[in-house]
Structures are given as structure tokens and as C-alpha cells.
């Protein structure tokens, strides 16, 4: 198979990749796999891609529906549920929902009776639906199908159906036609306001449009995107010049302000932030434009995916933005109250987010509609900050506690409680380290051959610097010989600082063992094996596996007989990796069982060079 090219990429030949049928069955799939996911939430409409909430439709007088073209999920069918939508209409990929299936859906909506809470338990009396509101992104095809729909259904009678149309979008000039802002991520607010009202039961359908139309009107919303949308069954693909980003992009991968080399994070935040305060917001005359935002605003801020960014990278926007927008010295000055992070109303594949402001007043209605429980399975409410507090709780970290290891004492462990010091501890150990140190330093290059054979090649330079610095340490005299266990920590540390990678941390892991067993007990031997033991438990390793594991066990199984009766275990069992044709842990577990015969693993050949060299040390 042929390998894609950058010229392919650059001229759009590509054909994309999905996990996709027939495409022209797609929506209809897609609605069949969501009613699997919430079989007691969700129907469908019969004869109509339109979705429906089993509770809101006896349950509720009031009835919310949206929708638009499908390629935006979780918008809008993920939005049913009490306290949001009653119902989603789904268009085709980007395509405006027919008024059939809107006026369909309208109907449903009003033939549904719902129970009263006070009757309820009785059961004796019931009322029907009272109103609709549609909520409508300003798009030409969802205005006109949403619109006629409306004429329709109003004009045969039953529970009135009103109109709320939402224009967040600030990359299209106010000057540029009659057409107006796009719809964008700042619906979902909408969706939530004007669901949480429905769901209440206190409010008309008209009291219920005045809050969302005002609500929509209050909202800015910018997108920016780093690679274009792949729609799903289309025949190629296309591609943003490399290197450059789209700022202004629309969720239909419409053509935004402008393109622009690729920036930062910050960079990029700092001027979305700049377009949607400049775009503003119509004053109460309708056509003054002042700034969105004034100095000390609480807001909501929607960090949006528009589909193939990682939540990492989301995380890192959020950050900036906030850190923009609260910071007293710039334009903005504002409190982010209630921060959303998340995939709200998406284009299918796009790498790019969008962001959506909402100013708040801290005694309006407004936030308790957002606050307000939701079961809707997409909407992800989030941490509220209070507006009584002049920072956010996260900005005061939680204080590390240190622990101060010194020669009279290790962790609260003082010197009188450890367990005596069997012989001339002080004068053995430091030959002993001086010895193992140096043959780590001196057999660098053998350690390094066979790495280069069997691993990744760094085995010999990680063990010769864990030499060097125990060889440094101990000429400053920085390793305290009073007692093992505080040794053996000393030791684990210099081995952190040093060694690195899975050999590093093994040893470590296995030093930190001995030092806790040495507390406990004067035996070298038993702490020995229990080092041994901490370093398969948590490496996962066993004797077999073609690691230093096939030295250290037979090691210290021996050592209860001498230290030189260890050496010779290890060295054995060092050798006999060399006749192992596979590995099931390191690096060699990636290499092929030919690579493998005949040279044995750098990793057990290095404990067994320490022990033979300390054997040695203590011998003479």
C-alpha cells in the first residue's frame, strides 16, 4: 500500500478514514448505537432522526427542542434529559433537518400529557403541554426549516411554539450582510437556561423565551483551528497550509478571519480573547457595539473541543485564557466563576477548540439555571468558584512535607533504636562501595556491547554513572556509615540522582528495601532478599525473564553462605542468560530470539561484576 505524502496532503488526495457503513445510513446508525448507550433515556422518533426524552415527555408542560445538522455530537441529541432538551431534530452530515421531521417533533411534544407534582401520588388529573420553544442556530437552512416549522405548528393550534435564535459567533464582521453570526458552542448555554426553566414548571413558554433570547444575545464565541474537518465519507481530505492555523473557522469548516502562522498557546488565546471583546455586544439602543466584557464581570467560559484536540492540550488553553482574562492589569480584569473544559458541540475530526463567554451578574437568575441539576448524559457541569472569595482555592498549593534524613536520626528513626552494627560495618562498607563503584566505572563498554546487542544501549553509561556518583559521594564523605539502614537510603539516593531509566529505579527500589529491612534486623542476608523480592514484585520480573533478576535471586539464595558463594551464584546465573532465547521483561522483550543467543543480559552481568568486585574488597 501506497504511503500518504506531503504533496498528497497539500493537494487533498487523500482519502480519509472513519468507522463508518454506507454514509447515507450513518445518522440512523448513529442514533441506533445512542439509544443502546441510555436505553431508559432516549426514543426515537418513528419515521423521523429525531431522538426524544422518555421523562420530559410525561413529565414536564414545556417542551425544548434543538437541532441542526449532524456532525457536532455530543450537540444535540447528548443534550436530552431533564433540565435541558426535550428532544433533538438530527439533520444530515451538516445538513439542516427538514420541517417534516421538526414539525414531527413538534407535535410529539404537544400530544404528550404530563403528570402534575401534586397529582402525582393521586394520579386523579393530568394537564398537556403548554408550550415549545425551539432553539435555533443562525444558520440560513436552520432558520428557514426551524422557522416554517414554527408557522406551521402554530398555525394548527394546541400549545404555542416560539423561536429563539442564537448568533454567538464573532469572527463574521456585523458589517458583512444580512446573514449575521453564526450559532456556535455557546448554544449549549442556551440549551441549559432555557431546559432548567421548562423543567421548573413556573414559567411560560414566553417568559422562558425573553431569559434565552437574552441569554444567546450576552454570549461571544470564537473558534480556531489547527487542521481542517474530515467529514466521514467524503473522498479526500484537505489540509491547512503546513505550519499556519485558521483563526475565525467555523464548526462546518467554513472560511474564518484569517489564516495565520501556527503560535503558542498563549499567543493564540490572547487573540481570540482580542476578537470577542472587540466584537462585543449590541447595546440596549440595538445598535451601539460596546465591549463584551467590563472590569470586575464574573463570567462562564466554555474551553470547547471542536473534536480532535486532546484534553492535554485543552487543559494548556484553558489555563492560558483564565490566567488572561483574571489578570488585573489587562483590558479584561474579570472573575471566571464557572469554567466548562470539554467536547460541548464539536466538527467531527477538527484540531481546534473555540472559546464562548457568558457575563454574569452575581444575583442573576441566570447562574442558578446553569448551576441547576441536569441529567443529560453530555452535559458535564462544573466546579463552581465563589464570588466571595477573592481567589481560586487551587491557587494555594498544598504544602509538601519534607522529610529530613541527618546521622542522628532517618524518617523519626534515631540511631539508639535501630538494631547494633555486627563488626566493623564503617571500614567494610566503604571498601565494599568503592569496590562495586569502580568496576561499574572500569566495565562501562562491556556493559554497553552487550546492550547494543540486546537493549536499547544505555545499560553501560546508566551504571557507570550511578559509580560516579557514589564514588563522589563517598569522597565527601556524604554516605553515613554509622549504621546500614542509613547507608543503604544514601545509597537509594544517589542512585535516584543518577542512574535513571527502569535500571535506576529498580535499584533504587531495591536499596530502599534493604534500608527499611535493616531497621528492623541486623541480617545483610535477609535484607538482601528482601531487596531482591521488592524488585520482582514490582518490576514483574522472575528468574527467566532475561533480566538482572537471573543474577540477584541465585545471589541471594547463596548469600547466607558467604558473600564470595553469592558472587559466584550471581555470576552464574548472569552467564546462563546468554543461552535464553527470549525475554519477557526490558528492553529485550522487543529483540528477535537469534539477536538474543550468546549474549547475556548487561543488566545481570553488572550485579554480578558488583558482588564479585565487593566479594574481592572484603577478602583482602
Request: aromatic letters at 4%; a negative charge; glycine letters at 10%.
Amino acid at each position: 500500500m501506497a504511503s500518504t505524502t506531503a504533496a498528497d496532503e497539500e493537494n487533498g488526495s487523500v482519502k480519509p478514514k472513519s468507522f463508518l457503513n454506507d454514509p447515507e445510513d450513518a445518522v440512523g446508525e448513529f442514533i441506533e448505537g445512542l439509544l443502546l448507550q441510555y436505553p431508559s433515556q432516549l426514543r426515537k422518533l418513528q419515521n423521523h432522526n429525531v431522538v426524544l426524552s422518555s421523562s420530559n415527555l410525561a413529565e414536564q408542560s414545556i417542551h425544548v427542542l434543538s437541532g441542526g445538522g449532524s456532525g457536532h455530537e455530543p450537540a444535540h441529541a447528548g443534550y436530552i434529559g431533564t433540565g435541558m432538551l426535550s428532544g433533538a431534530i438530527l439533520g444530515g452530515i451538516f445538513a439542516s433537518p427538514s420541517v417534516a421531521s421538526i414539525l414531527a417533533a413538534i407535535r410529539a411534544c404537544k400530544a404528550s400529557t404530563s403528570t402534575s407534582a401534586s397529582s402525582k401520588q393521586s394520579h386523579e388529573h393530568a394537564f398537556k403541554c403548554q408550550g415549545i420553544l425551539l432553539i435555533v442556530k443562525n444558520y440560513t437552512g436552520d432558520r428557514l426549516n426551524f422557522g416554517m416549522a414554527c408557522e406551521l405548528a402554530n398555525n394548527e393550534g394546541g400549545a404555542p411554539t416560539r423561536m429563539v435564535v442564537v448568533a454567538d459567533d464573532c469572527a463574521v464582521p456585523r458589517t458583512k450582510g444580512i446573514t449575521g453570526a453564526r450559532g456556535v458552542a455557546g448554544t449549549v448555554w442556551v440549551h441549559k437556561v432555557a431546559g432548567t426553566m421548562a423543567a421548573s414548571g413556573t414559567h411560560t413558554v414566553d417568559e422562558i423565551q425573553r431569559v434565552a433570547q437574552s441569554v444567546a444575545n450576552r454570549i461571544g464565541s470564537l473558534g480556531v483551528a489547527l487542521e481542517k474537518v474530515t467529514i466521514p465519507g467524503s473522498t479526500t481530505a484537505s489540509f491547512l497550509q503546513a505550519g499556519f492555523m485558521e483563526m475565525g473557522m467555523g464548526i462546518h469548516g467554513e472560511s474564518g478571519m484569517r489564516q495565520a502562522p501556527m503560535a503558542s498557546s498563549r499567543a493564540i488565546a490572547s487573540e481570540m480573547l482580542e476578537a470577542i471583546q472587540s466584537y462585543g455586544t449590541l447595546g440596549e439602543d440595538g445598535v451601539t457595539v460596546k465591549p463584551l466584557l467590563k472590569k470586575g464581570d464574573h463570567v462562564a467560559l466554555l474551553v470547547n473541543n471542536l473534536g480532535g484536540t486532546s484534553n492535554f492540550e485543552l487543559s494548556i488553553l484553558a489555563r492560558d485564557v483564565v490566567t488572561q482574562l483574571q489578570d488585573t492589569s489587562s483590558k479584561y480584569g474579570v472573575k471566571v466563576s464557572r469554567l466548562y473544559v470539554g467536547s460541548y458541540m464539536t466538527s467531527f475530526n477538527m484540531h481546534g477548540a473555540s472559546l464562548s463567554i457568558l457575563p454574569l451578574r452575581i444575583d442573576d437568575e441566570i447562574t442558578s439555571y446553569l448551576d441547576a441539576p441536569c441529567t443529560a448524559p453530555a452535559w458535564v457541569s462544573c466546579d463552581v468558584v465563589s464570588t466571595t472569595t477573592p481567589t481560586r482555592p487551587t491557587v494555594e498549593e498544598i504544602p509538601e512535607v519534607v522529610v529530613h534524613d541527618t546521622t542522628e536520626g532517618m524518617a523519626g528513626v534515631t540511631l539508639d533504636s535501630l538494631p547494633p552494627v555486627i563488626g566493623n560495618f564503617a571500614a567494610m562498607a566503604t571498601d565494599a562501595i568503592r569496590a562495586a563503584a569502580q568496576v561499574l566505572i572500569d566495565n562501562e563498554p562491556l556493559l554497553t556491547k552487550y546492550d547494543d546487542i540486546v537493549g536499547d544501549g544505555d545499560c553501560g553509561l546508566t551504571m557507570k554513572r550511578g559509580g560516579v556518583e557514589l564514588l563522589a559521594r563517598l569522597d565527601a564523605g556524604a554516605l553515613p556509615m554509622e549504621h546500614p539502614s542509613l547507608l543503604f537510603t544514601s545509597v537509594a539516593d544517589a542512585v535516584s540522582a543518577s542512574m535513571g531509566g527502569t535500571s535506576g529505579i529498580l535499584l533504587e527500589l531495591f536499596f530502599r528495601k534493604v534500608s527499611s529491612a535493616t531497621k528492623l534486623s541486623s541480617s545483610l542476608t535477609d535484607a538482601f532478599d528482601q531487596g531482591v523480592k521488592a524488585v520482582s514484585l514490582y518490576g514483574g520480573a522472575t528468574v527467566g525473564s532475561r533480566t538482572m533478576l537471573d543474577a540477584m535471586v541465585p545471589a541471594a539464595a547463596a548469600a547466607s553462605s558467604s558473600l564470595r558463594a553469592a558472587a559466584d551464584a550471581a555470576k552464574a546465573g548472569a552467564d546462563g542468560t546468554a543461552t535464553m532465547e527470549s525475554a519477557s521483561a526490558g528492553r529485550s522483550n522487543y529483540v528477535r530470539g537469534d539477536v538474543l543467543m550468546g549474549t547475556p543480559d548487561p543488566g545481570a552481568i553488572a550485579v554480578a561484576l558488583v558482588l564479585d568486585a565487593m566479594a574481592k574488597s572484603l577478602s583482602s
